[in-house]
């Protein structure tokens, strides 16, 4: 097939799959052996949600977010969550300047397009909600005003499961505005070699160049809005989610917020596969990350690390289930 014969739809693809691509190389210039979780990554900014990265300490949490945000020529700020944080830490302050004794208000941090959380769940409950309506609405209210944020907007959340003194768990309405909950893992042998060869990543991520813009960044989500899904595969999605409402070990299952993530994060998928369409295989490769971290099981066994896991065995399990559409 030639250039000519190609529908415009179908170069919007092309394209697209030729920037996502040069996005993912221009990460793995920092990141190591892990083109399947940035991939994910990707999901998650095509289809304008949040990411929460959960893993142990020393796997490149912070790495990954790092270059995510450093290979787009957009604003970026890093928030190192503490005990003692405060909302307007996050949000912004007025101040009175002493010329105009007038209020003038500083923006805070979350005025970025990329937010990188560290360590969100160090902070007290009353500080994580500061982050609900950004997260969900695009915009912020600070001394009875509301104010838009920047476009593209994503917050990218890190914590470490295994440590809980001076920890808060983020309560069930934070974790469902994060459209992705993932984990990074070990390294192979030979990235591992790699990496232990590199020492310190902060020099690479110095040299990283942006490799997409802003812009760009808001065409391939614009063009991820329309990856076509058939009826039989948005059917497909219902019923996953409908299983984890009806599933004997959950207690409380997925919200049409779950269906409509696990819709879009689908069709992201699909894009930065180079499809135009959604296919089921699509759909179960999103349903963990998507809907296991909104679900509340029955039993929790113990610690929240086998909680996450009883969550992902069950959506194995609705997963077996569910009928798959041909």
Same mark, same amino acid.
């Given at each position: ?219 391939? !989500?614009? /063009?991820? &809005? %329309? $990856?076509? @899904? ?85 959506? !194995?399990? /609705?997963? &077996? %289930? $569910?009928? @798959?559409?041909?």
């Amino acid at each position: 097939m030639n250039e000519s014969t190609l529908s415009s739809s179908d170069l919007d693809i092309e394209t697209a799959q030729h920037q996502i691509t040069c996005l993912i190389d221009n990460i793995e210039q920092v990141v190591y052996g892990k083109r399947d979780v940035i991939k994910l990554c990707l999901v998650g900014l095509l289809a304008r949600g949040h990411l929460l990265i959960e893993d142990i300490p020393g796997v490149g949490k912070t790495t990954i977010a790092q270059a995510l945000a450093l290979s787009i020529d957009c604003s970026f700020n890093r928030i190192q969550f503490t005990s003692d944080m405060l909302p307007a830490d996050i949000l912004g302050v007025s101040i009175l300047k002493p010329d105009t004794q007038q209020f003038e208000f500083r923006q805070g941090p979350i005025f970025s397009s990329i937010v990188l959380a560290d360590e969100v769940n160090r902070t007290p409950p009353k500080t994580q909600s500061a982050l609900l309506e950004a997260m969900s609405e695009g915009r912020v209210t600070a001394d009875g005003q509301t104010r838009p944020l920047p476009a593209p907007f994503m917050v990218l959340a890190t914590q470490n499961p295994i440590e809980y003194e001076g920890t808060y768990t983020l309560p069930e309405a934070q974790l469902d505005r994060f459209l992705l909950h993932i984990s990074i893992g070990y390294p192979g042998d030979e990235d591992e070699i790699r990496i232990m060869r590199r020492r310190d990543p902060q020099h690479a991520l110095d040299q990283l160049t942006p490799a997409l813009s802003g812009q760009d960044i808001i065409n391939l !989500q614009g /063009i991820s &809005e %329309q $990856v076509h @899904v058939e009826d039989s595969i948005a059917q497909y999605i219902l019923d996953i989610i409908k299983a984890t409402r009806t599933h004997p070990g959950i207690r409380l299952g997925g919200s049409p917020r779950a269906s409509m993530g696990l819709y879009e994060s689908s069709q992201a998928l699909a894009l930065i596969s180079g499809r135009n369409y959604v296919t089921p295989g699509d759909v179960k490769t999103m349903a963990k990350p998507v809907v296991a971290h909104r679900i509340i099981a029955k039993s929790h066994g113990g610690n929240r690390v086998n909680s996450v896991r009883e969550r992902e065995v069950i959506m !194995q399990e /609705i997963l &077996e %289930q $569910v009928t @798959v559409p041909v």
